[in-house]
């Protein structure tokens, strides 16, 4: 046997041992990394895109919603052509359904839009008078790591801009 051959065989034969160490076919896809997270795990921008969402829905029904819009400058272009907040007969209102924003924006582009719109819009509805950003930040201080789900998160959210404790 040739020195080639010699180490095709080789070359082979540790490929077939190695296939069969693993367990896999040659035609096995590679598996998918793991995350290291919960299956479950609800992250922390979900969250603060939640609150602000509600926030803003919220602002737009207390403080008249061509006001609140009018204040978010450039933004409102933004927010409109992606779909979170739509135009109705009556003025705008918060798409609270995420399925039906535009499918071709990346969310961290939503997330400084509804920002911007939190920066230079105030809750006044829940006693003191605070900037929508200021209100987010305070929900997150108290309940980012509090719940296990989405929907437990989304309860909470809902308490919260209803002035309650943010307890679902």
């Given at each position: 046997?040739?020195?080639?051959?010699?180490?095709?065989?080789?070359?082979?034969?540790?490929?077939?041992?190695?296939?069969?160490?693993?367990?896999?076919?040659?035609?096995?896809?590679?598996?998918?990394?793991?995350?290291?997270?919960?299956?479950?795990?609800?992250?922390?921008?979900?969250?603060?895109?939640?609150?602000?969402?509600?926030?803003?829905?919220?602002?737009?029904?207390?403080?008249?919603?061509?006001?609140?819009?009018?204040?978010?400058?450039?933004?409102?272009?933004?927010?409109?052509?992606?779909g979170v907040v739509?135009?109705?007969?009556?003025?705008?209102?918060?798409?609270?359904?995420?399925?039906?924003?535009?499918?071709?924006?990346?969310?961290?582009?939503?997330?400084?839009?509804?920002?911007n719109a939190m920066?230079?819009?105030?809750?006044?509805?829940?006693?003191?008078?605070?900037?929508?950003?200021?209100?987010v930040d305070v929900?997150?201080?108290?309940?980012?790591?509090?719940?296990?789900?989405?929907?437990?998160?989304?309860?909470?959210?809902?308490?919260?801009?209803?002035?309650?404790?943010?307890?679902?």
């Open positions: 046997m040739t020195r080639t051959n010699r180490a095709t065989a080789l070359s082979a034969l540790a490929l077939t041992a190695g296939l069969v160490l693993s367990g896999c076919s040659a035609s096995d896809p590679e598996p998918e990394p793991e995350s290291g997270l919960p299956e479950d795990y609800v992250a922390a921008q979900w969250i603060e895109r939640e609150v602000r969402v509600h926030t803003l829905a919220r602002m737009l029904d207390e403080e008249g919603s061509a006001e609140v819009i009018e204040n978010t400058g450039g933004t409102r272009e933004h927010l409109l052509d992606w739509v135009e109705e007969e009556d003025g705008y209102a918060v798409e609270l359904d995420k399925d039906a924003w535009d499918d071709n924006i990346h969310l961290a582009k939503v997330d400084g839009a509804l920002g920066n230079r819009n105030d809750v006044t509805w829940c006693g003191e008078t605070v900037t929508g950003e200021d209100f929900y997150m201080d108290e309940h980012q790591d509090s719940f296990d789900t989405q929907d437990e998160y989304t309860a909470s959210v809902v308490d919260y801009v209803g002035c309650g404790t943010g307890a679902p």
